[in-house]
């Protein structure tokens, strides 16, 4: 019997958060996540261990994560677009106090309310959005398979890890309906640990007297996130029939411009056009050492993305070769495959 | 094969049940199928959209540019669908069906259960999916529901003309 299911982003998002065993939400509800929000309320009248409190703001959610993770609770929060921007205090005291703090972002344009339902202009927001280092880490999803199996590792890499993790995601995707089936290997979760033992005191801080003394813990924190990074680095390289070796041209996008990139890639393969996707799936880490490896071999990178080049930005971050860039941005709107298969056709 | 259906109208006036019902009929006949609802701020007035497509091959986003298919439930949705309507799209038109609802005195609430009728009979023309089809996951979705009787009338009207 199959066990494909017909089902919505978010309800395999909730399915996700209740099999990475989370027992509480703190939200409050914003366009595209409100379903994520009402979801586990519902959730929640079903199960007696589930719990979800709707908050005043986004600010108080934020706060009410990071309380509830130092009682010991695994707790999380879903946002969007001012939300966002309003829970960055939070976002940035759990990076500084080490908090396994989970956030499901459903990015919408911006700048402010802006448009309700898509872009991709939060992702300097998440990575970036807190008046820290940016040592948080970033997934973003494709298509529902991961959307599932990417919120299961968001919770997993923020108790593993204790760094604010977040899926980056967005409306298209959250209210796309299709066909889903959960993965064939079972994901286990990672053990809930205490952050404080029962029987001793620890004093996690958020504030320092000497600022020598905060260096020090920084640093101390950017060695444990590059380290991490070596193990939670995650991309796709997708090419129908070209060999890795010969492309020449790449496209990179995320999320979910990268599935629509695929389809671009297939029809100029078969128009015997060398371009392969790279397709960054951590964005913070951002997967440096495969994009190199690379961007030797590679004439052209075409960037595309539903913002005006922040994806565009953290690639020429991270890039150690001169390639010539280019691409295509569109803040808050969708990007079609054929638009990509233009875009490089006409590349001379 | 790749078909891309997009229904419209005024938000309140059940595109979305059509959507959901004609996407799951596809999904039932196992069908790659994908939809999206693009519903901004329809409370106050917006048009409301469904973007549905079905292939036999893995689909890998939700949007396209031009439909084969358009259902126009309102007005102001012709305007709102205009750019994603090329040569080759079928439409159904709510002002080509005016005079058959006043004849037939379908209510507002029902008149999206009627265009689900009319869509239907285009579907199945098209051999993609048969009334039948159609009808298990309506009477599943609605038979519960007050005014299933008449619904189902009104779904046989669209269905006939």
Known sequence: ?348 | MKFKILLAGDGGQGVQTIAKIVSECFFAKNFEVISIPNYGLEQRGGVSLSFIQVSDKQIFYPKFAKADFLLLMSEQARERTSEHVSADTEIIDFKNYQEIILQNKISRSSLNIFFLGVVAKFLSEKKLISKDDIFVIFEKKLASKKNWEENKQVFEIGFLI
Request: contains cysteine; negative net charge; aromatic residues 8%.
């Open chain 1, 1 to 348: 019997m199959s066990d494909k299911r017909f089902l919505n982003g978010y309800d395999v998002v909730l399915e996700a958060c209740e099999d990475a065993e989370a027992t509480q939400m703190f939200g409050y509800p914003i366009t595209p996540t409100t379903e994520i929000l009402s979801g586990w309320i519902n959730k929640s009248l079903q199960n007696k261990n589930l719990h979800c409190l709707q908050t005043e703001d986004e600010v108080a959610a934020g706060f009410a994560v990071c309380g509830a993770v130092m009682a010991g609770a695994k707790a999380f929060t879903a946002t969007a677009g001012p939300g966002t921007v309003l829970m960055q205090d939070a976002l940035s005291m759990a990076e500084g106090m080490r908090l396994p703090f989970v956030a499901l972002i459903g990015q919408r344009g911006g700048p402010s309310s802006g448009t309700v339902i898509y872009s991709q202009q939060e992702v300097n927001l998440s990575i970036h959005g807190g008046n820290g280092e940016g040592m948080r880490i970033v997934l973003s999803p494709s298509n529902l398979e991961e959307l599932y199996s990417l919120t299961r590792k968001v919770f997993n890499y923020a108790y593993k890890y204790r760094f604010p993790s977040i899926l980056l995601t967005d409306g298209y995707l959250l209210k796309t309906r299709q066909s889903f089936s959960l993965p064939e290997t079972k994901i286990e979760n990672q053990k809930l640990l205490a952050l404080v033992d029962e029987t001793s005191q620890k004093n996690i801080r958020n504030i320092y007297t000497l600022e020598k003394e905060l260096m020090s813990e920084l640093e101390k924190n950017k060695q444990d996130f590059e380290e991490m990074s070596k193990e939670i680095v995650e991309f796709e390289i997708y090419s129908s029939d070209v060999a890795i070796d010969d492309v020449g041209n790449l496209v990179i996008a995320h999320g979910i411009v990268g599935a629509v990139a695929k389809e671009a890639v297939d029809e100029l393969n078969k128009q015997n056009k060398k371009v392969a996707l790279f397709r960054p799936v951590s964005l913070s880490p951002f997967p440096k050492d495969e994009l190199n490896k690379l961007a030797q071999k590679i004439k052209n990178i075409f960037v595309c993305e539903s913002s005006l080049g922040q994806l565009r930005d953290l690639v020429k971050q991270n890039l150690e070769y001169e390639v010539k860039i280019s691409g295509i941005f569109k803040p808050a709107v969708g990007v079609e495959a054929e638009e990509i298969v233009d875009l490089v056709l006409s590349n001379k």
